[in-house]
């Protein structure tokens, strides 16, 4: 048995959706004199913009956290260039390498 108001059924079903048409019929419901071509067009914006917005915020965090990490690689990984075994080119040259390809596959 459902327990919900029809208010909160409404607010769920708006909720669980990114479809402006949803959006726009309920709001004409809300104000029968608003026209709901304009409604559908600014719903879509609106939510096309949210979700542009978020998914800045998930790259630019992803970016930050990537380029901590290719510090952290530099900074730790790295021996002085003089007198380095062997081992030690071999590690500076895959550090080097991780970092490269980092770099290139989260630039924007």
């Given amino acids: 048995m459902n327990n919900l108001t029809e208010a909160e059924t409404v607010a ?8 402006a048409h949803v959006w726009a019929s309920e709001f004409n419901l809300l104000f029968p004199d608003s026209d ?5 067009g600014w719903f879509a914006n609106a939510i096309e913009t949210g979700r542009s917005a978020g998914l800045r915020s998930i790259i630019e965090d992803g970016q930050t956290r990537i380029k ?3 510090d952290r690689i530099t900074d730790v990984g790295i021996y002085p260039t003089n007198d380095r075994t062997p081992w030690q ?3 500076n040259a895959a550090c080097i390498a991780i970092a490269e390809r980092l770099d290139a596959d989260f630039a924007i």
């Fill in 36 to 40: 709901i071509d304009t409604m559908l």
């Fill in 89 to 91: 080119e071999g590690w």
């Fill in 68 to 70: 901590e990490r290719l």
């Fill in 12 to 19: 769920a079903l708006l909720h669980a959706t990114t479809d």
